[in-house]
């Protein structure tokens, strides 16, 4: 089977405002950088896994199966990751690597990027798109801190908060297109962590777990606290 890679790197829209602020230094050096937009921010770089799995009678073998999920536990198939299958795929296999998919907790992703097309006849083109935030450039000591009578933004302003925030983001899309809120808020998700952290010695670890369960239910506590 054939593995193609492809990285493609999108850049946060707060970099707009860095290049415009660059731009304007070509007009007025003394106020250029005297802003508070960043020069350096996240970067979101996204690899492409393709993986094409042999299904000639539209179903995947026990064997062929056997593979994809090896595949899968060597990629490191985790949170973040997402999982598209071609769209000319038979309803059979999909829902097969689908279940594959499900054992590492992950869902197939609606819709699917470009390199899932073209797959080999007879077998179905699986793509793990892998996403990645870094700030390149950070720390940035290009230029000394001293003297600095215009009172300039440093090169490195900026790149403790925006490095913090690309390494402890969950999913690294987030930073490029957000989530939409729920239609409607609710009181019990909101609540469940506050119950986990109370009742538990060790939050949301196994070993709290053992050593002293819940007290209450959560849906009870719920709705003693209502």
């Not at 860095?18 to 020069?39: R, V």
């Not at 009678?57 to 595949?71: K, P």
């Not at 594959?100 to 793509?127: C, F, K, N």
Request: aromatic content about 6%; overall charge neutral.
């Amino acid at each position: 089977m054939n593995i193609v890679t492809k990285e493609v790197t999108m850049r946060k829209l707060l970099l707009v405002p860095a290049l415009l602020s660059g731009l304007s230094a070509c007009q007025s050096p003394t106020t250029a950088s005297q802003g508070l937009e960043p020069l350096h921010v996240p970067v979101v770089s996204t690899t492409d896994y393709v993986w094409d799995a042999g299904a000639q009678s539209g179903a995947l073998s026990s064997e062929e199966a056997a593979r994809l999920d090896g595949w899968f536990a060597g990629l490191g198939l985790d949170f973040g990751d997402s999982i598209y299958i071609a769209p000319e795929s038979s309803p059979i296999a999909r829902s097969q690597v689908a279940q594959i998919a499900g054992s590492y907790g992950l869902l197939v992703s609606a819709g699917a990027p470009a390199s899932a097309t073209g797959g080999v006849p007879g077998a179905v083109r699986v793509v793990v798109s892998r996403r990645r935030a870094t700030v390149p450039g950070c720390p940035d000591w290009s230029r000394p801190s001293t003297p600095n009578f215009g009172n300039d933004s440093l090169p490195s302003f900026g790149c403790g908060v925006n490095t913090n925030l690309a390494m402890q983001v969950a999913d690294p899309q987030d930073l490029l297109r957000g989530r939409a809120g729920l239609a409607a808020e609710d009181a019990q998700a909101a609540a469940k962590a506050i119950i986990m952290y109370r009742n538990w010695v060790h939050t949301a670890l196994r070993q709290g777990q053992q050593d002293r369960p819940l007290k209450y239910s959560l849906t009870s506590s719920i709705k003693e606290q209502k």
